[in-house]
């Protein structure tokens, strides 16, 4: 199908895609929604109309909570080894209480599929390095495996509660530490190795952990990095460690007093889970701590078993027979989500390395090279695809490719429309959005819904998701702030080191007392889709009307000169108002006035004259957090004079050498 045009209300959009109405029934979605209907009172599925029969179920989801989340925790078999009493015994935020009195453990979840003889033998890891040859995992490797390293770590005193930390990339061998350290009741904590010592303390030496996995390097870009310093700065900085257990990565010997990765997971176990109260800590999630120490967010077991296989079984349509793919690092939401795809016995491919290595079709030559059913990057490679000119759907097998799915900042309109033309027209495009606060998504997938330009496709099941404007009342085809208005089960359970809960409380309920405020913009249209136009806390405020910088970007990134671009709007003395674009230019192109025209017109005419910037000012690069957004925030504070070392956490940034100009501007300016 040919694209529409996704701003116009009028006539209603042309959507660029539907899905098939033969496989409708076949959802898992459906199917659950059915069984629901004949055992809980959920309304049934309507093949005619999919998207009036999703409305319905949403509603009924977010209306009787309760009834839904113990009719989906039966449907897919969560074990309770002790029975729950009630599902929400108190729904208020902060601090709802999930499942009281229920005991279970999510490693065994994550292991299920190994029980099965007939899947013993079958991949549950796929890993790809930058050789681009997968090697794989069996199923019966991986729960053999984790029972030698469970035992391993309680053999070293590792108790319920205690914290386990990884600086480990995406190998299997991260997902097989995170599995024992929850086998054992312990709670994980992970950063990826492309962090500097000063930002892994910042994270690490919150939580204490007893002890520290460690690679001694990892390859990227074609070369390898050797990681062995910063280890041995961690082991010094970190008094709570126990144990560090080191895994080869580079084929190095391990340090003086760590012990050797294989030693552990070659033991002869049979599994042991401790089953645990349904809110017991799983994980800790960090914030990216642009402007402090990052948020220490706790995630339980309970809440992130129930939530992920939600969000991969209804929402993503993931099962046995799938290969689940995710392009991330350890020290991304992202990874915790895809090692949740073992929850489902679907097959999970981890990637550790560059993603434009050796050119920027490197994760399309995974997906092809692993057989990826669902696919999922970010906004910027898609972006960074299309504008390589590359054609992956000419250039690769991707048969079995059902999803290509997108997160990190909002798709826009082009990226929607390159994953069609070139990857392929019958591709199911899944723009979601979510948070590290909750390690899901707030809206995105769902299999029986069709697709617009630019648009989420639906708010999530169980997400009582509303756009807000100041005072609370909730907006439809507006812009308004992005709530939930009821409790979510992989909500924090708390943050670390936060004893009266005051910093939880203020990052999310200050504006809105008892709802939870995000601080992103959406507009959720009548359609019930939904539109993410970027950060609130970076609003850009022009006369009055707010707009978001996401459609600034996805405008001005279209220009071919563009390589990336930077947008903040300042208050200024006597009440003015300066909204400077920074532009990263492609190799080559020169920022003269004719260039600078043609941004103007392209941002006049694709938005308004409003947004048009005051000036446009070329940078050397834009500076990101670890995980790769933009840095909005620290640099509008940097422009508005705020000194460096409070502006910004320096452990948080890619470059923080990047952030000098902006600090120089500001004084120049004053």
Not at 162 to 175: C, F, H, K, M
Not at 242 to 266: I, K, M
Request: charged share 20%; proline share 8%.
């Amino acid at each position: 199908m040919t694209a529409g045009n996704s701003t116009s209300h009028l006539s209603g959009p042309e959507a660029l895609w539907r899905p098939d109405p033969a496989g409708f029934a076949a959802t898992r979605l459906t199917r659950f929604q059915t069984w629901a209907a004949q055992h809980h009172g959920a309304p049934a599925p309507d093949p005619d109309d999919p998207v009036a029969s999703y409305a319905a179920v949403h509603r009924w989801s977010t209306r009787e909570l309760s009834s839904f989340w113990g009719a989906f925790a039966e449907w897919s078999g969560i074990r309770f080894t002790t029975p729950y009493e009630t599902v929400l015994a108190d729904s208020a935020m902060p601090g709802a209480t999930w499942f009281p009195g229920a005991t279970l453990n999510y490693a065994e979840h994550a292991l299920r599929t190994a029980e099965d003889p007939a899947h013993a033998d079958q991949p549950a890891i796929l890993h790809v390095d930058e050789s681009h040859r997968p090697t794989h995992v069996t199923w019966a490797e991986l729960r053999s495996r984790v029972a030698s390293l469970a035992d391993a770590l309680r053999g070293l005193g590792v108790r319920p509660g205690d914290r386990v930390s990884g600086y480990l990339p995406n190998i299997p061998e991260a997902a097989v530490a995170l599995l024992a350290t929850a086998a054992v009741g312990g709670v994980w904590t992970s950063c990826a190795p492309d962090f500097g010592a000063r930002s892994v303390l910042d994270r690490f030496q919150q939580v204490e952990p007893v002890v520290l996995f460690t690679v001694d390097g990892y390859r990227y870009g074609g070369k390898e990095h050797d990681r062995r310093e910063t280890v041995a700065e961690l082991r010094a900085d970190l008094p709570t460690l126990r144990a560090v257990v080191h895994v080869p990565l580079l084929g190095t010997p391990a340090p003086e007093g760590a012990l050797e990765w294989a030693d552990l997971t070659s033991g002869d176990a049979e599994p042991r889970f401790e089953q645990v109260p349904f809110d017991h800590p799983l994980w800790v999630l960090y914030s990216s701590g642009t402007t402090g120490l990052p948020k220490a967010i706790v995630q339980s077991q309970g809440g992130i078993l129930i939530e992920h296989l939600k969000q991969l079984t209804l929402h993503n349509d993931i099962g046995p027979g799938d290969r689940f793919f995710w392009y991330t690092s350890t020290g991304w939401m992202m990874w915790n989500l895809l090692v949740s795809g073992l929850l489902t016995g679907a097959t999970v491919v981890t990637y550790d390395g560059s993603p434009g290595f050796p050119d920027t079709s490197a994760q399309w030559r995974v997906v092809e090279s692993t057989g990826t059913t669902v696919y999922g990057t970010s906004a910027a490679y898609v972006m960074a695809c299309r504008k390589a000119g590359l054609h992956p759907g000419r250039d690769f097998d991707l048969a079995q490719v059902k999803c290509v799915a997108t997160t990190g900042s909002p798709l826009p309109p082009d990226g929607f429309r390159w994953i069609h033309d070139e990857v392929s027209e019958d591709m199911w495009i899944a723009s979601v959005s979510g948070g590290t606060d909750v390690c899901s998504c707030f809206a995105g997938a769902a299999p029986t819904l069709p697709v617009y330009t630019g648009e989420l496709q639906a708010p999530s099941l169980a997400t009582d998701l509303q756009a807000w404007d100041p005072h609370g009342k909730p907006l439809t085809d507006e812009v308004g702030e992005l709530v939930v208005t009821q409790p979510m089960p992989s909500m924090p359970v708390r943050f670390w080191n936060d004893p009266d809960g005051s910093r939880y409380h203020d990052s999310y309920f200050d504006m809105y007392p008892g709802v939870w405020r995000h601080g992103d913009w959406i507009t959720l249209t009548s359609r019930n889709t939904v539109v993410i136009h970027g950060r609130s806390d970076s609003t850009l405020n022009r006369q009055g009307v707010r707009m978001g910088s996401a459609d600034i970007y996805e405008a001005v990134e279209r220009l071919p000169e563009i390589r990336e671009s930077l947008v903040i709007g300042l208050e200024t003395p006597g009440g003015g108002y300066w909204m400077p674009l920074f532009v990263h230019l492609a190799e080559g192109a020169v920022l003269d006035d004719a260039l600078r025209d043609r941004v103007q017109q392209t941002i006049r005419h694709s938005l308004s004259p409003r947004h048009v910037p005051d000036e446009i000012i070329e940078i050397p690069a834009v500076p990101h957090t670890l995980t790769g957004k933009r840095l909005e925030v620290p640099v509008k504070r940097l422009l508005q004079g705020t000194a460096m070392e409070k502006a910004v956490n320096p452990g948080s940034v890619d470059n923080a050498e990047l952030l000098r100009f902006y600090e120089e501007l500001a004084r120049d300016r004053a």
